[in-house]
């Protein structure tokens, strides 16, 4: 019943005490901490001006203030409410599901699990830690010990408490957990397990329901209580949208949980539970001491993480801080162009291309050609496929609606009355039915799909919560400690990032400046481009590869394969014959990735290059005349395993091994050194590269044409909707060619 569904029966309504249970918000616009950034994967550095949200300020009572001297940054953001509706008046179109895309929600919080063995007897020790890590907003304790009545932890309401089962002593063990002032009316009791120690319950956070499970398995309890969570997690997980599980579990698995002696029967049988429910373990430390017995399990993709904090006693247990961030931003929505290729007139568009005057284009120069080429193709596609402009969603969860929307606003705005409870409620469950309806939809495109392409495996990415945010990247500190905050000065910042690393180091001459130029073979002459292997290469385009520049999508190219083949072909031969590459195609978009390390930090990036398809193709068919001649005449040199057709990591571990084998017979030692480029492919000089290849003997127009192909391009890094202004690519091996 639904009543029961966030208020069962069984004493998991909160208790009334007499307390405030508003919200306290704490203005997030106050100055941060010196030296802490607001990243968390980013620890030194200034911090970057916190946004001014709207929240009210409030006043915090003195014993859920941190330590003295420090700026208290624990902003509630779970069932926060602003002032006014965080609505932009302004509608800025409506996303693939026909949803508007401008209302911000972020969840951010924090939870804290801590074996003290005795919480009574410990509890001015507990209060001092947890107001050193910040006084997180959710508290977990097992191992209590508490016999009779509550123990009240400052600043925290209690929510529920736990008493020891199947113990010899009935005043050892038990659970609890507090939430803190101002927080407690979204973290609802939903229920006790019958059996074990182990409670569950709701977080009701705007970014949806997040079923919370505080537990404690006693050493050699056998895989029962595994096996009975594996059922109530069943139970109970169809009531949120994402789950966290913590506590200490005292399970050993070698290979899941590394810091283990050995591996148990329980621990392999909860590595099996959560594996069938998606969960990953995400402490990575040892928690009591050199083994891993406290546990933060959860199906989040991404959002979360946990660090390991010295516990109240040096010879027991530490504490588990785990931090909760997701966000549904809103930004400036993206607005794009898609087709609606369900409703292509495939076969009108093929007439069109088949009927299409292409030697007009082709009696122009190579730059022309090519740009008038596109845009034919691009106005025959206008007139079979219908398209329409789309804003993309830029939150995190993909099954997020209007209704979710509205009853957000419904929660926000009853917050401080009566009705609250009741409308936080509603909202939750209206989550849920979002949530599972998604599930449903998207389970039965999975069915149209081959589980062997790439669309299944991004599709089922989003049943695992990794769809994630259209924006990843934080706020970035630039190198002179300032802040790039929007996604115009996050573009740029990676636009500047990205051209230092192409720079090119000082010139150095040494044995190898001087180079043969009588090269020991000649290309006599040019092998002629045959439309069969044009036809082949747009057959074999990814469809779901990224548009480029040019806005031509692959998925065109390849079913206009036949239609499309001669006049590429022709258009190829040109080029090859005036040792030109188009202007039009010198354009490169970029995206950036993270590599490692801190997140604020642009170095740790790197680009992703999108170039227009059409590009690729006579890319490939150039490279199908001129690479068989670098391969024959050993171009590469004899010891080059990679790039060479017929040879790769395998031929050339064997050959080593061979060789050191041999070597060892003979009685000497083998040393082996390993080394990586930095930047192999983004600093090339284009003058060495091009006196190189005059050296191979390659016939006149393929010269001239890949001389002119490693000519400057332009770049601009495409963030959030918004592009950097241009930047040179020069002297490099041009990514995403």
Request: overall charge neutral.
């Amino acid at each position: 019943p639904e009543s029961k569904l966030f208020f069962p029966d069984h004493g998991a309504r909160p208790r009334d005490t007499g307390k405030n249970n508003g919200f306290r918000l704490l203005r997030t616009g106050a100055p941060p901490r010196s030296g802490v950034a607001v990243d968390p994967d980013f620890r030194p550095g200034l911090d970057p001006p916190a946004p001014d949200t709207g929240l009210r300020p409030a006043a915090v009572s003195e014993g859920s203030r941190g330590p003295p001297g420090t700026w208290d940054d624990r902003r509630v953001n779970v069932g926060f409410f602003p002032s006014e509706p965080a609505v932009s008046p302004k509608e800025h179109g409506q996303d693939l599901e026909g949803n508007s895309a401008d209302m911000s929600v972020d969840t951010t919080f924090k939870l804290f699990h801590l074996n003290p063995r005795g919480l009574g007897g410990n509890i001015a020790e507990v209060t001092a830690l947890v107001e050193t890590i910040g006084s997180p907003e959710i508290v977990g304790f097992t191992e209590t010990w508490i016999e009779r009545g509550d123990v009240q932890l400052s600043g925290y309401h209690c929510v529920s408490q736990l008493g020891r089962r199947n113990a010899v002593r009935g005043d050892r063990g038990g659970i609890a957990l507090y939430a803190r002032d101002g927080f407690q009316d979204s973290v609802v009791h939903l229920a006790d397990s019958p059996t074990d120690e182990r409670a569950w319950y709701i977080i009701h956070a705007d970014s949806g329901p997040v079923l919370l499970c505080l537990w404690y398995r006693p050493p050699n309890s056998g895989l029962e209580p595994v096996t009975r969570f594996d059922t109530e997690l069943s139970e109970y997980s169809r009531h949120a949208v994402s789950c966290i599980v913590m506590g200490d579990m005292n399970v050993h698995n070698v290979e899941w949980l590394r810091h283990s002696n050995r591996t148990s029967p329980e621990g392999i049988e909860l590595e099996t539970v959560c594996c069938s429910h998606g969960l990953r373990q995400l402490v990575t430390k040892p928690t009591r001491g050199p083994y891993l017995l406290d546990l933060v399990l959860s199906d989040l993709a991404s959002g979360i993480r946990c660090r390991v904090v010295k516990g109240i006693h040096s010879n027991d247990h530490d504490g588990v801080l785990t931090t909760v961030g997701l966000s549904i931003p809103a930004s400036q929505p993206v607005q794009r162009k898609v087709y609606d290729f369900k409703k292509a007139d495939w076969t009108h568009l093929k007439l069109l291309l088949l009927e299409a005057d292409w030697r007009t284009a082709l009696d122009l120069s190579g730059d022309a050609a090519a740009e008038t080429m596109v845009q034919t193709i691009l106005d025959k596609v206008s007139q079979c496929i219908p398209s329409r402009v789309i804003t993309d969603k830029v939150w995190a969860h993909p099954w997020l609606n209007d209704a979710c929307r509205k009853a957000l606003l419904r929660k926000r705005e009853a917050f401080g009355t009566d009705d609250f409870a009741r409308l936080r409620d509603a909202c939750s469950r209206t989550y849920v039915e979002a949530h599972d309806a998604y599930v449903a939809k998207t389970r039965d495109k999975l069915k149209e799909l081959s589980p062997s392409s790439r669309g299944w495996w991004r599709l089922s990415g989003t049943l695992l919560e990794k769809a994630g945010n259209k924006e990843t990247i934080p706020p970035l500190q630039r190198a002179d400690e300032t802040w790039a905050l929007t996604p115009e000065e996050k573009a740029a910042e990676l636009a500047h990032v990205f051209r230092s690393k192409s720079n090119l180091p000082p010139r150095e001459d040494n044995e190898y400046t001087t180079l043969t130029h009588e090269p020991p073979a000649k290309m006599l002459r040019m092998p002629r481009l045959r439309v069969s292997t044009v036809h082949n290469l747009l057959c074999k385009l990814d469809e779901t590869s990224g548009t480029g520049p040019d806005l031509l999508p692959a998925r065109i190219l390849k079913h206009c394969a036949a239609e499309l083949a001669i006049p590429v072909t022709l258009l190829t031969r040109k080029l090859l014959r005036e040792h030109c590459w188009p202007q039009c195609w010198r354009l490169h978009w970029i995206h950036g990735i993270h590599k490692r390390g801190p997140k604020a930090q642009g170095n740790n990036y790197r680009g992703v290059h999108l170039t227009p398809q059409l590009s690729k193709v006579v890319e490939r068919a150039v490279g199908s005349l001129v690479l068989p001649w670098l391969e024959c005449t050993q171009a590469y040199g004899p010891n080059q395993y990679a790039y060479a057709k017929g040879r790769g990591y395998k031929d050339v571990l064997a050959v080593n091994v061979c060789h050191w084998l041999l070597l060892m017979e003979q009685g000497l030692a083998v040393a082996v050194y390993c080394s990586d480029v930095s930047g192999a492919f983004d600093r090339v000089s284009q003058e060495r590269l091009g006196d190189k290849l005059e050296t191979l003997g390659l016939h006149e127009g393929a010269l001239g044409f890949l001389k002119s192909w490693l000519d400057d391009r332009r770049s601009q890094v495409v963030l959030g909707g918004t592009c950097s202004l241009l930047e040179a690519l020069t002297d490099s091996v041009f990514q995403g060619t």
